[in-house]
């Protein structure tokens, strides 16, 4: 469950239409920042800001990826699943649902905050 704080965070980001977009192209399959760019129709500079907010509360994910050049770059992938709300008793109960990360996505996390 989320405080109304985070859901209100998360409700106002989910209200830009490049953040559902980034999620929506994310969650058919990860993607370059490039890639958002262009299947978004956003700049580089709009995308990286909408996947800083979005990694802010754990609705993406990056994974390191090496290059044929010897480059590396980061692919994204959504890990929003499904968002409820439930009215009860003129409370309101928000959940929030993320795809689990499994255990080498967590070490990779890990030692990407160790550099």
Known sequence: MTTNGEFSEIADLLDDSYARDILAETS???RSAKML???CDASLPTVYRRIERLQEHDLLTAQQQLAPDGNHYKT???RLER???DLTNGTYTVKITRTKQG?????????EEMK
């Open 28 to 30: 058919i399959e990860p």
């Open 37 to 39: 760019s262009e299947h």
């Open 76 to 78: 994204y992938e959504a």
């Open 83 to 85: 968002v409820s709300i």
């Open 103 to 111: 255990a080498a996505d967590r070490f990779s996390d890990l030692v």
